[in-house]
């Protein structure tokens, strides 16, 4: 069993950079592909971004493209999200999941093909 914990969440303004953190403990997420979701008040959970398991391929979704960046750590079982120019439409809830089949070449978007999740973490983010 894997057990997730993010943070680094607060309040910003706009124009703003937070950096997120996904501690993974339990057994190695080194093998697994790790994503970023979130979900706003009302919302859907939707994807943010993936990284599969070496690092070596990321996804984004195209509302985040050229602002966030996903990265891991395989040595610390952690994987990041650094966001960057945040606008008020990213205020959510932030989750980061990661999945149980090992070696999977590219990251999934869908919230359906992630095993394990965290508790979430809030980003706001201020006008």
């Known amino acids: 069993q894997v057990q997730l914990v993010e943070s680094g969440g607060g309040l910003v303004q706009a124009g703003g950079s937070l950096s997120l953190s996904c501690a993974a403990s339990?057994?190695?997420?080194?093998?697994?592909?790790m994503g970023w979701f979130r979900q706003a008040p009302g919302k859907e959970r939707e994807f943010v971004a993936g990284i599969n398991w070496s690092g070596a391929i990321t996804y984004y979704a195209d509302s985040v493209k050229g602002r966030f960046t996903i990265s891991r750590d395989n040595a610390k079982n952690t994987e990041y999200l650094q966001m960057n120019s945040l606008k008020p439409e990213d205020t959510a809830v932030y989750y980061c999941?990661?999945?149980?089949?090992?070696?999977?070449?590219?990251?999934?978007?869908?919230?359906?093909?992630?095993?394990?999740w965290g508790q979430g973490t809030q980003v706001t983010v201020s006008s």
């Open positions: 999941a990661a999945d149980a089949q090992p070696y999977r070449t590219r990251p999934p978007r869908l919230s359906s093909e992630y095993n394990y």
């Open positions: 339990g057994r190695t997420v080194s093998r697994s592909a």
